[in-house]
């Protein structure tokens, strides 16, 4: 059973930087997409970065620039730095993974991580 566990969330003001981090276990993919998506409240679902088995990584416009994702192979975690935050970033983030190869690993394709975590909260205040 696929568990990813988020965390490192929590409140800052803007032009700050937090570290999400995001344990995966049970996950033995060889070729995959792990990514970061976020949910704010009464908006939708939005891709935020995600990185594939190789190391290729995609941003959403919203945040190129100033978020990096980075995955650590050994420690089955992933991780996304964020930077210069503004309070539009305020949202629950999720990580989560594929089960569809890696194939179309995109931001904007964040729908095909089918397996994500609880998430952990992200408050920006201006």
């Known amino acids: 059973e696929v568990q990813l566990v988020e965390s490192g969330g929590g409140s800052v003001q803007a032009g700050g930087t937090l570290r999400l981090s995001c344990k995966v276990s049970?996950?033995?993919?060889?070729?995959?997409?792990m990514g970061w998506f976020r949910q704010a409240p009464g908006k939708e679902r939005e891709g935020v970065a995600v990185i594939d088995s190789s190391g290729r990584t995609n941003y959403a416009d919203s945040v190129k620039g100033r978020f990096i994702i980075s995955q650590d192979k050994a420690k089955n975690a992933l991780y996304l730095q964020m930077n210069s935050l503004k309070p539009e970033d305020t949202a629950m983030y999720y990580c989560?993974?594929?089960?569809?190869?890696?194939?179309?690993?995109?931001?904007?394709?964040?729908?095909?991580?089918?397996?994500w975590g609880k998430g952990t909260q992200v408050s920006i205040s201006s």
């Open positions: 989560g993974v594929d089960h569809g190869g890696g194939r179309y690993c995109q931001a904007n394709n964040y729908f095909l991580l089918t397996s």
């Open positions: 049970g996950y033995t993919n060889i070729n995959y997409c």
